[in-house]
């Protein structure tokens, strides 16, 4: 018998199992009690489904990419939507894996190195849409809440501070700077004034008192993002990376993230690194080469992707995040106090198919 | 022609180039103009060389673990030592690989499910030893610092620092509460008071001011750690894990950090998921012999991996880090301010044969 079990991450990586009465809530316990109505769904029109060619034992391999929602990157979704329409990624291949930061695809070349034409009509996106200002006013708009949810929400901000910021993050709390703070978890990190969920996406923020404050998607494991060169607009959308590392946050505001791997990252994840310039394949062999690229809503009713998330403005998400922040279920003996926007790891599920 | 180059990482993957007069320091760059006197040599007694059957192609696969120095883990780190002088883990598996989080070998049972008896004399490692005390006194003793090195490392410290913290910082440097600060760049962050690095390690702290801080070794990317069952003193060293994803940090002060992987990461986290129970391998066939784990210092004198790490207590690592987090070469358009200590990544050398 194997005598050490790996119990590492059984709390994280497993289904729910049912929950002991003497046992604190785990992550797992928090999704599986959630209410329906705390779920959204996710139209099958906001994902892309990259089919790469089967592996050399001849699994599928099916890679599901949720694109990121207005106000965020909408000159490149719009760009990428369109060449999943003309089926430009078709024939392509990735090429590029680096270990510890990115797969990426689309160079413009397909399997036999044949440069291919971008579509007509595709936007040059400015660097200054890494960025919004109107968040701010969307989350100013998300003051509708009801009084347990409200409850649910301080007790979670409370909570998940560790002691010695508690004086300066309440403090926060009640001041104009914090106003985005309302949908409920937030945190400070390196890499921004506050890190925060905007339709369960994680998002970064300068406050500035003196003016409206900036807002950003950021870089986790398996976000996807536009590659581009040296000047900042001329990633187009066509070459595009996932992350398959930990999280870059060095990029957020500096590259446009576009969308999220939701399912099927491993398929990148495990591909062999480049050991070509900068991690591009020296041997063409290795390239992997894409089938199809396509929006959900393109697809056969009976083969579109059905996926739901746990929605970041309820009262699950806001005590999902308060337990994974102070794990205290058997495996731990010290709750962290607080946790990185990238270890958060949004819920998101593929859905059955509901009945006829 | 390929028409988007794929630079995205160009600056930290590639070997440090000829640097033009007009573009400012890259961390690779600085890295370049480090003095010999900056890099301290890794003793070949404390690395793991861990030597994995032939990919399927016949490629060698072999990973290099550097074990973390005294005063951290060093109970398990010595039955580590035993263990690999019993040639205990030759013969055993890789047998559990989860995406975005480890992969996990050395389970007591070897490539046709024999068990085998742990060696006599492995010590029970309590808790307690998760985090230690002694850094306080051994930080304090390192007060002789050149006049230069003080004006960079205060230089980088003011520097790292994004506006809205500012203030705090710069008060906390001069309080009592950051004395373990003397070693350089140091930054809060969601798991600890302070993150800053000991010998080149990472390593969080809670400064309590009534009683001595407690310092441990923080979860990174390539982290290897002691893998236990419930109770936390039942990981004895023989079964252990890499990480392969954005860094767990809730696992910090819950299980012991023992060493990094130094070389060949890749080996481990381009291995396929595990399908099983908590990412165990169903399939038999998976699982990836291990043929030998040595320490470096019983291999023959011509095999003996030699490698160097830029010290933390050095201009150079101050200056590597004070531009990781602002970076300002070509590619970025906006400096990120601060940076996450496990994208800090230290600079490890593989050390070429000195001449005879």
Redesign the interface.
């Known amino acids: 018998?194997?005598?050490?079990?790996?119990?590492?991450?059984?709390m994280?990586?497993?289904p729910a199992l049912a929950q002991d009465a003497a046992e604190p809530p785990t992550p797992a316990s928090v999704v599986a009690a959630a209410p329906a109505s705390d779920w959204r769904a996710i139209e099958p029109a906001d994902l892309l489904v990259m089919t790469l060619a089967p592996d050399r034992d001849g699994n599928p391999r099916q890679v599901v990419i949720q694109l990121v929602p207005a106000p965020f990157s909408q000159g490149w979704v719009g760009n990428i939507r369109a060449l999943a329409k003309a089926h430009w990624w078709d024939g392509m291949t990735v090429y590029?894996v680096?270990?510890?930061?990115?797969a990426?695809w689309g160079?413009?070349?397909d399997e036999e190195g044949k440069?291919k034409p971008l579509p007509e009509g595709l936007r040059v996106v400015s660097?200054s849409e890494?960025t919004s200002t109107q968040l701010d006013i969307q989350l100013a708009g998300l003051e509708e809440r009801t009084p347990e949810m409200e409850r649910a929400v301080r007790q979670a901000v409370e909570a998940a501070q560790?002691d010695?910021?508690e004086d300066?993050m309440t403090a926060d709390i009640t001041s104009t700077r914090t106003r985005q703070a309302r949908e409920g978890w937030h945190?400070?990190?390196?890499?921004s004034?506050w890190v925060e969920f905007f339709e369960s996406w994680p998002v970064g923020n300068d406050?500035r008192p003196d003016a409206d404050s900036e807002f950003w998607p950021v870089h986790?494991?398996?976000s996807v993002g536009v590659?581009?060169?040296?000047s900042?607009d001329?990633?187009?959308g066509?070459?595009l990376?996932a992350v398959i590392?930990?999280?870059?946050?060095?990029?957020?505001?500096?590259?446009a993230v576009v969308g999220r791997v939701i399912e099927g990252?491993?398929h990148l994840?495990?591909?062999?690194?480049g050991k070509g310039?900068?991690?591009?394949y020296d041997d063409p062999a290795l390239r992997v080469p894409i089938i199809s690229v396509r929006l959900g809503d393109e697809l056969p009713e009976a083969e579109r992707p059905r996926f739901r998330y746990l929605g970041s403005d309820t009262a699950s998400f806001a005590e999902y995040v308060r337990v994974?922040?102070k794990?205290n279920d058997?495996?731990?003996?010290?709750p962290?106090?607080?946790?990185?926007v990238?270890?958060v790891q949004v819920p998101i599920q593929r859905r059955v198919a509901e009945p006829k």
Chains 1, 2 share one sequence.
């Open positions: 018998v194997r005598r050490f079990l790996p119990l590492l991450a059984a994280l990586a497993m590029r680096v270990d510890n930061w990115v990426q160079a413009g070349e440069s660097e890494y560790p010695p910021r300066e945190e400070r990190d390196s890499y004034t406050s986790c494991y398996a590659a581009r060169d040296l900042p001329t990633g187009t066509a070459e990376y590392g930990h999280a870059p946050r060095q990029l957020d505001r500096n590259i990252i491993e994840a495990t591909l062999p690194r310039e900068a991690g591009v994974r922040a794990r058997s495996f731990y003996n010290v962290a106090g607080g946790i990185d990238c270890n």
